[in-house]
């Protein structure tokens, strides 16, 4: 089952703050977090294993909350950079090892 | 560059006709992912490969069909071809297959279908 992103969209401002969730309705074995730029191919950000950790890349960090299956990724003082199509991926326990993403969330950073 | 090589790079065909999409994966790299990913939507996952064997399968219509060879590099083949069928296909590879390693996704083979 595809899990749930939210927002669908976020505008910001450069230097502003942005969080993306993701939430399942299945126990979560990992989740894995993606941009996108358009025209282009997914860029893998980072992956969260079940354990609750928290991992950072930059500015832009995520955490795992293993028993809500929810995970969230923080992007903080965004750059332009930052603009694109974030998609998170998420493998059940107890499942064959598909990873199966959201529907994605589509962020714009601007001047 | 994430070192998984996908092929071609566009393809236009016909209604009705056969396609394969091949993929090879970054050097190392044991698992293979297929993907579709229709205009401004989602990754919709179709078929895992490990080792050459079938891993995981997702949504794949029966008129498409995949394998990966004892070289690891994996085709994606697509039949009687349906205006729906147009997207496009993403080949991943990871280390591992169970969820606990990256995906690195090749540019991907925009297929489209008049």
């Known amino acids: 089952q595809q899990p749930v992103q939210s927002p669908q969209a976020v505008i910001l401002r450069e230097g502003e703050d942005a969080v993306i969730n993701c939430s399942s309705s299945?126990?979560?074995?990992?989740v894995h977090w993606y941009r996108q730029k358009h025209g282009e191919a997914p860029v893998f950000l980072m992956i969260?294993?079940?354990?609750?950790e928290q991992k950072g890349h930059e500015k832009i960090s995520a955490s795992f909350n293993e028993k809500k299956q929810q995970s969230s990724l923080y992007l903080t003082a965004s750059q332009l950079s930052y603009s694109g199509t974030y998609f998170c991926?998420?493998?059940?326990?107890?499942?064959?090892?598909?990873?199966?993403f959201g529907t994605g969330t589509r962020l714009q950073v601007t001047l | 560059d994430s070192g998984v090589t996908q092929t071609p790079k566009h393809l236009i065909t016909a209604t009705g006709q056969r396609v394969t999409l091949r993929c090879s994966p970054r050097?190392?790299?044991?698992?293979v992912y297929w993907y579709q990913q229709s205009l401004d939507q989602g990754l919709q996952f179709l078929i895992q490969?490990?080792?050459?064997?079938?891993?995981a399968k997702g949504n794949i219509l029966e008129r498409f069909s995949a394998q990966q060879f004892p070289d690891l590099h994996s085709e994606l083949n697509l039949s009687s071809l349906e205006l729906g069928d147009s997207a496009l296909y993403f080949c991943?590879?990871?280390?591992?297959?169970?969820?606990?390693?990256?995906?690195?996704f090749g540019n991907g083979t925009r297929l489209t279908v008049t």
């Open positions: 991943a590879s990871s280390a591992s297959p169970g969820g606990q390693s990256p995906l690195h």
């Open positions: 299945k126990a979560l074995y990992s």
């Open positions: 969260l294993l079940k354990g609750g």
């Open positions: 991926g998420t493998r059940s326990t107890g499942t064959a090892s598909k990873l199966t």
């Open positions: 050097s190392g790299d044991l698992s």
């Open positions: 490969y490990y080792n050459g064997e079938e891993r």
